[in-house]
């Protein structure tokens, strides 16, 4: 006999091949009388059975109805021609040949049978074994009609261990292949104990299943039988090269998981032969957590002729009920290359839905109601009897699906679905890229709503996942790609943002969750808002990790448990271009953080999205120590952007305005710069406003300009003469004339005043510049004989003072005319200055001029000019020049004397370092003809004519 798993191939026919078994192995009892052995066609002619004696065990064979059999018994004593049961317990044996062949089927997919040609690969199943119990005192004849006749007189010995092979004293019915079966109650067989003839023709022994004794209470009055073992029972292995076959290894196992504890299978046959059994058994189970609803089998003389298995399971990822029906059935087809036909075995698979429509209240899945369009599937490519993906034409087969979230609204969309079998206990498919599904934009609310539209994102699509294990799984969402409107109209950015659940909103919902977060980014995304949108005021830059129903897109961790931590918040946003808003904000609450949220405007697509922050949570500090100075006690600051979106077409912001309001910043201890209003608006493709009602105080060596202020307009930026909107920033401005201005005897002419405020684009710092005057343009100052004039501008920035610059000139004149003499003489004096962040410079002079005329003959001029310059570079720089004319009659002569001075940092007394240089020239009109001559500088002045000049100066 072939090993368990061996394949036979089958040249000759049924009948043919158990008629040869039977005579080539056959060992016959001795009986009275002798069986008388008829040839058999086929074989060789006159061949005698061989005759085996063996104690307690023997071969049966009567070659007229083909009974084969081998005969084993246990305390029975053998008596001259009987068998004697002495006492209890002792049991008569009977083999069978395998009364089941598993034939490969041809598998019938969407395209048809897939046929091919011959030998198909088949397995005979074991021997079955019958274990009659022999009551004690019992005498069975010593013949084949004696054994025949305890066998139908007495009921068998059956197993009652459930998942366990049955012992050689128990009945294990092996059929189908590699199952064993075990009848409930007292079974025993009905079965001719002679040849049967009928019409010339001898009918094939059989013995058929029957219920013994009067029924029990509670018996079912129907013949059962149960599935109890399988050879891989309780392993995870499987028959390698296992043929497609109307009962697979997993559907044995399932079988013998689903009759432990349900319902056993009613037979309406089940005759065993020598040939092969015939059978018709119904299995049904109610229970949907069984393996197996439902087995028919139908077989002829150990040939299947159709065989209906339908295992229980679930549609994932969505959980829908279904079952995996396969059907066997024996077809006449036309066989490949010839012109005849063969009885194939044909086995299709399909999968039918027995919860179209499937409910979940998991928040960790984005809708409350799955609904399947389709009942059925169509015939599948392959077997699923380990639950997986199952393919149609080559593919996957794909469900039409509606789902419905938590507004009600209805999804539709495509997907594969994987058979997972009840029991099943591999790994779910969690990962698969088959759960990646398309949703094209359809609007989604992943979560309950507090207002319409707060949970809704346009949804391009869901990667789909489970929580649990085996079947006991459910539905959830791995990561969905969503369409953020509000960001992308806020920043003019179209991205799909990829998100998951939060775990708060996993845990508990919306309740113990401050900000009702529900749905966490995968990547942060930075709200970078361009300085061009908000004037250059504050740079907005935060990087959401999470959606929240109330608050829209979130930043940072503190705000998701209920708090507000403007110095987390605000990590790298900045406040006119240079101030970082978390070293101004104080400690904050919920209310305080900024709100991104969306509404619904009439019709359904139209949207308005809006981002506001309000906050007066500010303090005073110096930000840079002796430079700058924030002073926010009372300031507030508010930012709104609002965007309205018609239909599919993407928003811009259409309405932006910033206002910042009660704060100053002090420069340097000498300038005080109070903002009442810093505003900037914009509307639609309006050209923006810039309001700024700005007080300016000077401090310090600079409070004397302080005597202007009633001079100086507040709202000269509120509706300035000059707006300049570039792509680089905003600049407002003004100039202003002032008429003369006269206070006792001084007076003062061509003043002016100018003011401008620069809110760059680009993260440079805002800029602020006051002149009083302009240096092209310098005031007038009379007092009598005296008059001069100068300037004064200033220029900051956010990071400190930029430049300081002025310059004042003075001075006098007076004219003498004494008859014989006539003379004049004027005197001027200047001061010029300019501070820059690195750099110094300091200029001044004087000048004086007279002019002598003695009887309009002789004439003598003279001018005197010092001056002095220095630079932060450590280079000073002095200068003189002595210039003497006389004029007699046709005699002029004319001495002029210079003197420059340069050096770097003085050490006291040492005037002249190694390597200064240091000249005097001496010249005439008549030298100016010869060339210079240079007389050096020690000739001229001595170190104590230095030492003395220089102690002068405390």
């Keep these: 006999m072939p090993e368990n798993n061996e394949e036979v ?47 307690q065990s023997l071969s049966l064979v009567r070659p007229d109805d083909l009974v084969v059999m081998q005969v084993q018994w246990s305390g029975l004593t053998r008596r001259g021609a009987e068998l004697v049961a002495g006492g209890s317990g002792a049991t008569l044996t009977i083999l069978l040949p395998g009364q089941h062949v598993q034939e490969e089927a041809l598998p019938e997919t969407s395209s048809g049978v897939q046929l091919k040609p011959r030998p198909l690969k088949a397995r005979l199943a074991e021997k079955t074994r019958l274990v009659f119990a022999i009551p004690a005192g019992t005498s069975i004849t010593y013949t084949t009609e004696g054994i025949l006749s305890a066998c139908a007189r007495y009921s068998l010995v059956v197993p009652t261990k459930h998942g366990a092979q049955p012992n050689p004293s128990e009945t294990e019915i092996i059929f189908p292949t590699d199952l064993s079966l075990t009848p409930e109650g007292t079974v025993g067989f009905d079965l001719e104990t002679k040849p049967v003839e009928r019409e010339g023709w001898v009918e094939l022994w059989r013995m058929r299943l029957e219920r013994r004794g009067p029924l029990k209470i509670g018996q079912p009055n129907s013949l059962t039988v149960r599935a109890i073992w399988e050879p891989l029972w309780g392993s995870s292995g499987f028959i390698q090269g296992e043929p497609f076959a109307p009962m697979m290894q997993g559907d044995r196992k399932d079988l013998v998981a689903s009759m432990a504890s349900g319902p056993a299978t009613e037979v309406g046959e089940l005759t065993l032969s020598a040939l092969g059994a015939w059978a018709n058994l119904r299995y049904d189970n109610p229970s949907p957590s069984a393996k197996v609803a439902s087995w028919r089998h139908r077989t002829a003389m150990g040939r299947d002729f159709y065989v209906r298995i339908v295992k229980n399971g679930f549609l994932y990822p969505f959980g829908h009920r279904a079952v995996l029906v396969a059907v066997s059935e024996r077809r006449f087809l036309s066989e490949p290359g010839t012109n005849g036909s063969v009885a194939y075995l044909v086995k299709r698979q399909f999968i039918v839905v027995k919860e179209l429509e499937k409910s979940t209240s998991s928040r960790s899945f984005p809708f409350t109601k799955v609904r399947l369009l389709r009942q059925q599937s169509p015939l599948l490519d392959k077997n ?223 949207k308005t999205h809006r981002l506001h922050w309000e906050t007066s949570k500010f303090t005073t500090k110096p930000l840079v120590p002796g430079v700058l100075e924030f002073k926010g006690k009372g300031a507030t600051l508010s930012l709104d952007v609002v965007s309205s979106v018609s239909g599919a077409v993407s928003g811009k912001p259409q309405t932006l305005s910033v206002s910042f309001k009660n704060f100053s910043l002090s420069l340097m201890s000498v300038l005080d710069i109070h903002f009442d209003t810093l505003a900037f608006m914009s509307e639609g493709g309006k050209k923006p406003d810039v309001i700024a009602d700005v007080e300016v105080k000077f401090q310090g060596v600079l409070s004397f300009i302080n005597a202007l202020e009633p001079y100086i307009p507040k709202s000269g930026f509120s509706d300035p003469p000059s707006l300049d909107v570039s792509t680089s920033g905003i600049t407002a401005g003004y100039t202003l004339d002032l008429p003369p201005i006269s206070f006792g005897v001084f007076n003062l002419l061509n003043l002016s005043l100018g003011a401008s405020l620069t809110l760059p684009f680009f993260g440079d710092p805002m800029r602020v510049r006051f002149a009083f005057c302009e240096r092209h343009r310098p005031f007038t100052l009379a007092v009598g004989i005296f008059g001069g004039g100068g300037f004064l501008a200033l220029e900051a920035t956010t990071k400190g003072l930029e430049s300081l610059e002025g310059a004042l000139e003075f001075g006098g004149m007076l004219a003498i005319n004494l008859g014989v003499a006539a003379g004049a003489v004027s005197v001027m004096a200047g001061l010029y200055f300019k501070i820059e962040k690195d750099k110094v410079t300091f200029s001044g002079y004087l000048r004086a001029n007279g002019t002598l005329k003695i009887l309009g003959i002789i004439t003598i001029s003279a001018e005197i000019y010092l001056g002095l310059e220095y630079q932060s570079s450590g280079v000073m720089a002095g200068e003189a020049r002595v210039s003497v004319e006389i004029e007699f009659a046709f005699f002029s002569k004319t001495v002029r004397f210079t003197f420059r001075k340069e050096f770097s940092g003085g050490k006291g007394a040492e005037w002249f370092p190694e390597g200064e240089q240091e000249y005097a020239s001496l010249e005439d009109s008549g030298a100016s003809q010869r060339g210079n001559a240079s007389i050096p500088l020690k000739a001229t002045l001595t170190q104590n004519d230095w030492s003395t000049y220089w102690s002068a100066f405390a």
């Design 384 to 606: 699923l009897e380990q639950g997986i993906w199952p393919l149609v034409g080559g593919k996957n087969f794909l469900w039409a699906v509606e789902a419905e979230d938590h507004r009600g609204q209805v999804s539709s969309f495509e997907s594969p679905l994987a058979f997972i079998p009840v029991g099943y206990s591999g790994p779910l498919p969690t990962s698969d890229s088959r759960l990646s599904r398309a949703f094209s934009g359809q609007t989604i609310a992943l979560a309950p709503s507090g207002t319409p539209g707060d949970t809704s994102f346009a949804t391009e699509s869901i990667q789909f996942s489970s929580t649990g294990s085996g079947d006991a799984f459910v539905p959830a969402l791995s990561k969905a790609s969503l369409r953020v409107p509000a960001l992308e109209s806020l920043t003019g950015k179209a991205q799909s943002i990829t998100v998951s659940y939060h775990p708060k909103y996993l845990a508990s919902g919306f309740a113990s969750n401050p900000t009702e977060a529900f749905l966490a980014l995968a990547t942060p995304v930075g709200l970078d808002l361009p300085l061009s949108m908000s004037g250059g005021i504050v740079a907005p830059d935060f990087d959401f990790t999470a959606l929240s129903r109330k608050l829209g897109p979130v930043a940072g961790a503190a705000i998701l448990e209920g708090s507000f931590k403007p110095t987390q918040y605000f990590t790298d946003v900045t406040i006119l271009g240079g101030i970082k808003l978390a070293d101004i904000l104080g400690e904050g609450v919920l209310g305080d953080a900024p709100q991104l949220l969306t509404k619904s405007a009439g019709e359904a697509l139209d």
């Design 9 to 55: 191939i089958l040249p000759l026919s049924r009948r043919q091949l158990f008629a040869w078994l039977t005579a080539l192995g056959a060992e016959t009892a001795q009986a009275q009388p002798p069986v008388q052995v008829k040839p058999i066609p086929g074989l060789r002619p006159n061949q005698p059975p061989r005759i085996n004696l063996i104690p």
